[in-house]
């Protein structure tokens, strides 16, 4: 193994552990929680020692990265998130590769997810949960009227919301976004129409994911603090 491989897996136990510790906090025991790990960035070299790390829920935020990871990696027994923008050009090249996308932010997008869609999908709907004007994301009040209409999807499955902290406030305010997310889940929730579950929480990035876990987080999507001290140059 070498130097950068060695760290990384170094890195990979740290954040399981610091997961591990979160989850406690919460009362969850850490199996609850599944680790995202973002490849944003980073060179197929790097992901490949992720992999052999532990890490095979693998996320990525644009579409052409993830196309052109996933034929590099077809070998390898990974699952794929995309938990960036997906503009709906790009669904029908998409779907076959993903395992999961977190970040379906208007009725429009589900509609066509929907349409190209010849398997069971699992979908998250993405919350601007922050109102900050230069995110992606559905209004919190915009969301029960797209859970009325994934009722009527064959395949794509609305698991959960998705959010990003905002991003001035530090620590306190991210809390305060992540707990918004996880009340209105829980609002939304006994009024959910059949097939739609919300049992999944995508939220907390390598800065903030401990306070998301905290707040109820059963994904995390971290990129960053599993690649400290790497070259990513390759």
Aim: glycine share 10%; aromatic share 2%.
């Amino acid at each position: 193994m070498n130097d950068d491989a060695a760290r990384i897996a170094e890195n990979v136990a740290r954040v399981r552990g610091r997961i591990a510790d979160a989850a406690a906090r919460s009362g969850r025991p850490a199996d609850q929680i599944t680790l995202v790990a973002v490849t944003k960035y980073v060179p197929v070299e790097m992901v490949r020692p992720l992999i052999a790390a532990g890490c095979v829920e693998l996320g990525e935020s644009r579409p052409q990265q993830l196309w052109e990871k996933a034929a590099a990696l077809g070998q390898e027994p990974v699952r794929w998130h995309l938990i960036g923008h997906l503009q709906r050009n790009k669904v029908r090249r998409t779907l076959p590769l993903v395992g999961m996308i977190h970040s379906v932010d208007s009725a429009r997008l589900l509609a066509a997810v929907e349409e190209e869609c010849s398997r069971p999908l699992p979908v998250l709907l993405e919350v601007n949960i922050s109102g900050e004007a230069a995110k992606h994301g559905l209004a919190p009040e915009s969301i029960e009227p797209v859970l009325a209409a994934a009722a009527g999807c064959r395949n794509v499955a609305v698991r959960g919301l998705m959010c990003m902290a905002g991003l001035e406030g530090g620590a306190e305010a991210a809390r305060r976004d992540f707990a918004a997310l996880r009340e209105l889940r829980d609002r939304l929730r006994p009024r959910s129409p059949p097939g739609v579950t919300l049992e999944e929480l995508s939220m907390g990035m390598s800065g903030d994911y401990e306070i998301a876990i905290e707040e109820g987080a059963t994904m995390v999507r971290i990129g960053s603090a599993l690649f400290e001290g790497v070259d990513e140059g390759g």
